[in-house]
């Protein structure tokens, strides 16, 4: 899983921003979450507006089978603009 690069009042946890795949949604932008008030973990996608599944008492981990880190931007790979 991606490491977890910060922490949000003692309890919740977030990775940067990750390219995911789900073999029912595709390939999308997101990060894995923690919530460990309520030990559960999951997938967040859409700059953090939808869980990857979410039933009745919080989120849950949905199908997410790879993920890889964000390549660099163009602006920083060749120097290009």
Do not use: Q
């Amino acid at each position: 899983m991606p490491p977890f690069d910060w922490i949000e009042d003692g309890t919740w946890r977030s990775s940067l921003p990750v390219l995911i795949y789900d073999p029912t949604r595709g390939i999308f932008v997101g990060c894995y979450e923690s919530d460990d008030l309520y030990g559960k973990t999951y997938w967040i996608y859409d700059n953090g507006k939808r869980p990857t599944k979410e039933v009745s008492g919080g989120y849950e981990w949905d199908n997410v089978t790879h993920w890889m880190p964000l390549p660099a931007s163009p602006a920083t790979e060749g120097g290009a603009s």
